[in-house]
């Protein structure tokens, strides 16, 4: 497809783990909302319409991130009466989520993996998202990721080279520090789950670390668009419609 017709369309791919109690005091995880709702607004700000995908179909919120301080008083608000604007909830809880082997990639120009931790347990074995970030990036369109999205890159290749699609390319993702903050870097060992970038390293990719683990960082690297935590969604999904605008031209 040539660059000018990329249709203006954004993929957001969700994990699909939502049940197994991650952390120490025996939540769960899941999804991180704002890495879907900030991104979400972006894009209908700049006209982009907007679909969600996971492996499974289905998908549920990490408690912590429905939750004070992740949410401000105002989203909040909105969440727990189901009237945020763009109904992510009610979508979500309702499983109105396309399955990965159902999708037509020819309909989108953005790839755009949000996080959360449940990314740990099915981004890198998400056989069906690979192939659609894979052609959607054969059609000249970008793949995006945040916070814990970029784990959408273990195990996915350039299907035209045989190469994994960011060797050689800069990255980001939540860094390690990060996970220490939070207190889940025992969680990941005991699960045998590697970091973004551990991930990004064995992948041939170039790691770039945010200057501290909270700062809004985002980087574009040819087709590659990534943010390294949540306060990152707005700058990552921003970056990704100029990088199609961009290569558009």
Sequence with gaps: MASNTLPKRALIAFTSEFTDKFYANGDTTGLYYTEVSHPIAVFHELGYAVDFVSETGKAGFDPHSVAAP???????????????KFALRDA???NRIQKASEVDSSAYSVFFAAGGHGACYDFPKASGLHKIADEIYQRGGVVSAVCHGPLIFANLKNSTTGEYLIKDHKVTGFTDEGEDIIGVTES???RNFKTCKTVAEEQGGVYVSPKGPWDDFSIADGRIVTGANPFSAHSSAKLAVETVEKNRK
């Design 70 to 84: 992740a949410l401000n008083e105002e989203e909040l608000k909105a969440y727990n009466s189901y009237s945020d």
């Design 188 to 190: 990941m060992k005991a």
């Design 92 to 94: 979500v809880e309702n």
